[in-house]
C-alpha cells in the first residue's frame, strides 16, 4: 500500500460518513498521538475528534443538552493543526458539510495539502446503525417511520440522512473543491475491521500496528430491547420537558454509555430491516457504485460490496416487532447508569464501565448505591 503514502506535509481529512469505522479510526489515533509524534504525524485537538467545532463550520446544530455552537471553535481548531508534517483530521460530522462550508474546511486546513478520505459501508449496514444514533441522540420516533421517511420516492435528497449517506454524491461535493486526485474511497472490509486501521497507517507512513482500537470506544450498536428502552426514556424526557443537559448527562453519558458497555446479548433481537427496504437500497447502492466507479476517485477494497445483498444478511426474514420485552439485566444496567451519572456529575464514567463488564446487574446496583440508600 505504499502508493497511499500521503506527501510530507499532507493533511489527511478523514470526513466519515457516520457509521463507517469513524469511532475505532478516532480513538486509534488519539491512543497513539506519542507514537505518531515519533513517526512525524500529528493528531490535533485536544480530544478525540473535534465535534463541536466541526458542527459549527459546517453549520450544524449540536447535540442534545451540548452548548451553542461557536464558529470560535473551529477557528481555535485550525490555529491548533501545525503547518509542517503529517497531520490527520477526523470527524464524521464534516459529511454534513455542503457548497461554502466545503470550500471553508478546505481553506482553512490548507487547500494545497489536504487529501480527502471517505470511508464507506454498505446502506443495508449502515441504515439501522444511524437510527440508533438518531435515538441515542434524543430521537422518539419508531423504526418504522423513520425507514419509511428516508426511503420514500418523494423525500428529498437534502434530509440529513441522505446527505450523509449518498455516498456519491457526499464524495463528488469534496472532490469538486479538492479535485479527484485527492480523494480516496476506503470500502470498510467486514471480514476484518483491523484492514482499516492498517490503511490509515500507511496513507502516514506509520508502523504495522501502531494504531489500536479501543475497546472502550468501539461504538457497539444497540440490541433492540436497548433500543427501545432509550427510545422510551426519550418520550419521557419530552412529556416532562426536563433541561436537554439532563438528558446528555444521564441518559447520553449514563445510560446509553452503560448498556453498551457490556457484550450485546446474542439472542437478543436486533433491529431489522424488512424486504422492501432491502430492495430499495438495493436499487439505491447499485446507482452510488456505478457513480463512484465513474468519479475518478481512487479506491481501497472492493466497491461492489457496498451493493446491498438481500442473500447476505438475516435482517429480511421478517417484520418488525411492534411489541419489545425488556430483560431485567437490560433495565438494571440503565437504572445503573443513569444513577452513576448522577453520583459522579463531572466524569468518572470510564473507570465504572470497565468494572461494569465484569460484574451481574444486581451487583452493580449494590456498588454504585451507597449502603445507606438501597432499597
Known sequence: ??????????????????????????????????????????????????????????????????????????????????????????????????????????????????????????????????????????????????????????????????????????????????????????????????ALLRVFEAMVGAPDGVLVPEPDRLNRSLTLPEVELVRALNREFRARDWDPRDYRRFVRMGVNQMLKSAPPDPDASRVELPRWAITHLRDVSQEIVVDLRASGVHVVGELDSLVVDPARSPRTRGAHPRTTSLPADVAARAVAGAIEAALEPQSGLKPMLRRARQLPPSEIIERVLPRGRRG
Open 1 to 194: 500500500m505504499s502508493d497511499l503514502l500521503l506527501p510530507e506535509d499532507g493533511l489527511l481529512l478523514h470526513v466519515g460518513p457516520h457509521k463507517t469505522g469513524t469511532t475505532a479510526v478516532q480513538s486509534a489515533f488519539f491512543r497513539a498521538r506519542r507514537a505518531l509524534r515519533a513517526e512525524g504525524v500529528s493528531y490535533p485537538g485536544r480530544s478525540r475528534t473535534p465535534t463541536q467545532a466541526v458542527i459549527a463550520v459546517t453549520g450544524g446544530s449540536p447535540m442534545t443538552g451540548e452548548p451553542p455552537v461557536d464558529i470560535r471553535d473551529w477557528q481555535r481548531f485550525v490555529a491548533s493543526v501545525p503547518e509542517r508534517g503529517r497531520v490527520v483530521v477526523s470527524n464524521e460530522f464534516f459529511a454534513d458539510a455542503q457548497g461554502a462550508a466545503v470550500e471553508r474546511v478546505v481553506t482553512d486546513l490548507g487547500r494545497d495539502r489536504v487529501h480527502v478520505v471517505v470511508t464507506l459501508r454498505a446502506l443495508d449496514r449502515i441504515v439501522p446503525s444511524q437510527w440508533q444514533q438518531y435515538v441515542q441522540n434524543g430521537r422518539r420516533g419508531s423504526w418504522r417511520r423513520w425507514l419509511k421517511g428516508i426511503l420514500l420516492d418523494d423525500v428529498p435528497t437534502s434530509s440529513r440522512f441522505w446527505v450523509r449517506h449518498r455516498h456519491d454524491v457526499l464524495v463528488r461535493r469534496w472532490a469538486d473543491v479538492v479535485g479527484p486526485d485527492r480523494v480516496t474511497v476506503v470500502v470498510v472490509d467486514e471480514s476484518d475491521r483491523s
